[in-house]
Structures are given as C-alpha cells and as structure tokens.
C-alpha cells in the first residue's frame, strides 16, 4: 500500500460509489499515477541541476554576445585597410583572430 494513500484516505474513496452509484477508481487511479510521476521526477536533485544549466547558457550567450561585437570591430578596422594590407590581414578576420 502506497503510504500517500492511506494518509489521504484514497483508498477509502476507492470502495465508495459517486453520487450515481459508480466506483471511483479510474480518477483516482489517474491521481496515483501522477503522484508517482511527480515522485519520479526528484525535484530536490533536479532544481540545482537545471540551475547550473541555465548559468551555464546565460555565460554562453555573454561571451558570444561579446565575441560577435569583436567580430563587428574587426570587420570595421579592416574594411578602413587599404588593398595591399587585406590580403595579408583578410585569414586572421576570418579565423576570428587578429
């Protein structure tokens, strides 16, 4: 016996007909199924975990907010370079380095 049920009386609603004279048991069979679905899913473990996931991509997108922005300055700098300096410079623009 599920001790959630016998402290809820649950099972006790199972053997009592509705106001038409059915069992209730599909609901609360439905019930007991979610109550363990909640228990499974151990949100005291889960709750730091995704904490950490989501610092984790807020970091992320800083430092990529950061590097497209350095990306752009390059591109300004080196759209301002005459010919003969591109060529030798065009490689570390399109690594991403300078």
Known sequence: MDAFAVSENILAEEEKPDANGRQN??????????????RGI??????PKLDA???????NQ?????????????TKDFRKLDDASKLTEYKGLLKGRT
Do not use: G, Y
Not at 42 to 47: A, C, P, R, V
Not at 53 to 59: N, R
């Open 25 to 38: 048991t599909e609901e609360t069979n439905k019930f007991q199924r979610a109550i363990s679905s909640w």
């Open 42 to 47: 151990d949100l005291t473990n889960t709750i």
């Open 53 to 59: 996931t989501a610092s984790e991509i807020v970091a």
């Open 62 to 74: 800083r430092d990529a907010l950061v590097q497209r922005k350095d990306l752009a300055q390059k």
